[in-house]
């Protein structure tokens, strides 16, 4: 069975994305996403996008990380899945539904009302989650935030001084959170300006994080270090986030398709 994929990144987070709205997939199970999102034997991916049909929306998206875990929400992705829809649209997600509008400088989205409650994070047990009473090693008193799947956030003095590659499968696991955990370290530029690394659940460092760029915003504005607009600084680029009066987030930036192709099912199943 011959099934064609599209290739994106946004910002070089990249995606394989199948359309199965007119085509069925088989069974997609966890050993075919990590053969699929291997860089060497397979396509090659940190996400597997799998496009449905949904009644109440423009159309269902599916998010599978490269380890072969399904998750709620990828800001990158969506701008992806936007740009490749061409049109104003609305793009269901197991994080809920959110808007799309393509535009001369990328895409825009609606992300939506981010949450704090501890259990909506969610975390093992209560605690003030803006000023989380837990360390690991040079990373302390966090800030956890759910923008359509979790995250935690620390402020450091120089992102690029952290080793993330080690603390951030540490964080990513610890009881603490039931769900796995998104960790971000983020440093202040200026009143509009953030410097962004993450550890992405499920994939590992990456180049760019959408979800984790608009967490990351919200906390900052949260604790008071930056205005309810700024632009914030990945290894990939920049994604512009502004935190409306109406408590939604918009998240701007590029999106690239890269090219077209097709694999044998049985190949990957």
Partial sequence: MRIAFTKMHGLGNDFIVLDTRETALPALAPESVRALADRTRGIGCDQLIVLEGDPEATVRMRIYNADGGEVEACGNAARAIGLLLGEPATIATAGGTIATTPEANGVSVDMGEPRFEWDAIPLAYAMDTLVMPVGWDMLEQPVAVNVGNPHVVFFVDDADAVPLETLGPEIERD??????????????????????????????????CGTGACATAVAAMRRGLVERHVTVHLPGGPLAIAWGEDGRITMTGPATEAFRGSFEWGDYA
């Fill in 175 to 208: 009881p603490l959170f039931p769900r796995r955990i998104n960790v971000n370290v983020a440093s202040v530029a200026g009143r509009h300006t953030l410097h962004l690394r993450v550890w992405e659940r499920g994939v590992g460092l990456t180049r760019a």
